[in-house]
């Protein structure tokens, strides 16, 4: 810390000068050195540099996380070398399947010449043997081009000694592969020029410094769309799976061997473990969980093999002290090419990790002819028994991102096999596929030491679905998470880069005291470690608690409802400009167009109108012929439905579908809103506006119960609780709203405190007319007034609930759930034995 003014490069410079009589094992990851006005953060580790002055503290506050305790854990993305790759692969499928070659024999075709492409820079052939062969040996226009790849593939699959003797000399340089995957006999293709030059522009780029988890991305570029999204493939990325992979069990071997390295044998035994640890992945797509999951495991079998053999002596063949091979992994996979994919990237990865071993042991490795594969099994995973394809006694691991597809565009046999897995509970027809995996994992690890980690949408840890998925999970199979990634943006370097909003939970049939969450400030960041003492299924550290759905509030607290639905095709609609021409041609009908309130005009501030015709005489109605011509067209739209329930309502075409009345003033409620903003906008309104079904109502509604609905405590159960539109809330009433704590017995002077602050909120929105709550409630755009006034809400609303301030999320959360136990203890008491009083332990 230097005097304001002083030179920070210097103060950085004695900063240093201190380090050099430290021991490295107390060396530190970062130095700060400021003048009190400006601040500068040097982050050794990622080699980042932050500077900033005092003002903007609250902006970088991120930065100083370790001062908490946080971890910052950072992966690293894919190198975009493979994504060249992929497009460069893409171009030559098309063109392929352009003149006619298609379906399977494209798909081998394919992963033929991936096979070569990478062989060839990777030592399984001599240097540029095949761009050569294509170069040297074929016509420039192309015309022999498939005809010469025939043979290859032949030789390929030929042992030397069962060669012809007369066979040309370069293509007898390519050695015997075997793997079974130049057998199958391929109609011919046909090349042109521009075919050639495209598969000789694919031998310009270096393949061997491509992963084979670029398979994955490759066959995304060139799956069509419809098959992609039926399939629910998403490909990932190298830097998704270690999120996954490195608790589940990467980290903790890495720890093991840091403990044992000097001690060999040890060493010796923690080898053997690794060579007879088993993986399965269950919905393993092209391979890429697998082929990660084993380069990593190679890798640390490196490290173990340099403790061993530090000298580089002690053993003759470099082939004997590698113990690790592709046979450890299994997958099962719906599709025939992708497996077929997986298992060649298998063998791919596995000459990748063999040349690393041969640069450190100078001595040249090489699994040829193949003799080993990994067993990725082509099947329906929901229908096959695992067991089937490894046994459980031996298995290790499962993990993998099964496919994300969400209840309501699953086919009718996916959803009935969803439904058969939970055998037939109540609610398992709304579960998204992903479920079927989690719960055929919880069947197949009963008593068994198997761990596992699975990609999911958020929507299996909010929403209606917790309680489905987790009650099974938990109470009949006795699962226990031992850690999770809170939701993230999961996306991935292929075409079209798509993106969800997941969640991964790892599990298993043991409790571990070593439970760790990892929350994300930005869902497009990287994640910091909190240790957990339990991992609830709302993902926070609290006890199993499931919020199932429930009718009425927990709490002494008026009821919500859903607001009008007009199921009338929008003939009874009216926008500005259509309710004016309206009037023009039937200006008695004036008296019966009210204000329409739907959540778009609610939070942005337009106007819409509705023929509001409940109390309409009849004798009223036929002098408005414009509006019989509607109420006509409502009745044939009702008619021409395929539900009985809108049929029937044919008979009643002048009002709404549904109708609900609110009373004299109502709290409204928008049932979407989007996870930007730190509040969910709500507001008041009387029985002159007519709320659509896009919102809901709460009749009688306080401004004590406002205050505490738009208060962070409130949106903290949201965020938790409430189910999903990608990543925007979807309130409901019966999970959210229902089930929420509302503050137990406040005091009379707490109450005011609320409905004070709350009526400052309302007052600080009107002091900014021409801005609709849209505009009002982005966090960037929020005005500094309205800021103030929310946060002086959220202290009132938290006093109301204990004096002690709450400092996360998190500890909110846990807050919630004790007094959920409480509140629901208490209704179950009542249940039983009329009524008992409810006593708050933080009082």
Known sequence: MKSKGKSLDKAYIQAKEYLQTTKAHELPQYILVSDFETFRLYDYESGETHEFILSDFVNNVQHFGFIAGYIKRVFKEQDPVNIKAANLMGKLHDRLKEIGYDGHP???????LLFCLFAEDTTIFEKDLFADFISNRTAEDGSDLAARLSELFYVLNTPPEKRLKNIDEQLNQFPYVNGKLFEEPLPPAAFDTAMRNALLECCGLNWGSISPAIFGSMFQSVMNPQERRNLGAHYTSEKNILKLIKPLFLDELWQEFESIKTNKNKLIDFHKKLSTL???????????????TYRELRLLEIEILKALHKTGQGFLN??????????????????????????VAMWLIDHQMNMLISAEFGQYFVRLPLKKAAKIVHADALETDWEAVVNKDELSYILGNPPFIGAKIMKQNQRDKIVELFNKIDGSGTLDYVTGWYIKAAQYIQHTNIKVAFVSTNSIVQGEQTSILWGQMLNKYNIKIHFAHRTFKWSNEAKGNAAVYCVIIGFANFDTNNKIIYAYQDIKGDAHEIKAKNINPYLVDAKDILIEKKSNPICNVPK?????????????LLSDEEK??????????EKFIKPLISAHEFLN??????????NAEPNELKQMPEVL???????????????????????TPAIFGEIRDFGEAFIVVPRHSSENRLYIPIGFFDNESIISDSCMAIPNGSTFHFGVLTSIMHMTWVKYICGRIKSDFRYSKDTVYNNYPFPLNPADKQKLGVETAAQNVLDTRAMFPNSSLADLYPPLTMPPALVKAHQALDKAVDLCYRPQPFTTDANRME?????????????????????????????
């Open 560 to 572: 919500i409802s859903f607001g009008n639905m007009p199921l009338d095709g929008g003939n009874l």
């Open 278 to 292: 088993k993986f399965l992945d269950p919905a393993c797509g092209c391979g890429n969980f697998l082929i990660i």
């Open 318 to 343: 470099v082939g004997e002290i590698i113990w690790l091979d592709v046979d450890m992994m299994y997958g099962i996979e719906y599709e025939e090419f992708p497996a077929q994919i997986a298992q």
């Open 629 to 651: 011509k509607r109420i006509e067209l409502v009745k044939q739209f009702r008619l021409e439905s395929i539900r009985p329930s809108t049929i029937k309502k044919a008979t």
């Open 106 to 112: 494209l798909e081998l075709y394919l992963v033929r």
């Open 580 to 589: 004016n021409e309206f009037l023009l041609k039937e200006p008695k009908a």
């Open 605 to 614: 501030g337009h106007h819409r109108w509705c023929l509001w015709l409940v």
């Open 815 to 843: 807050f919630l759930f004790t007094l959920y136990e409480q509140y629901t203890a208490s209704l179950f008491t009542t249940a039983k034995a009329k009524k008992k009083k409810l006593v708050n332990k933080d009082q």
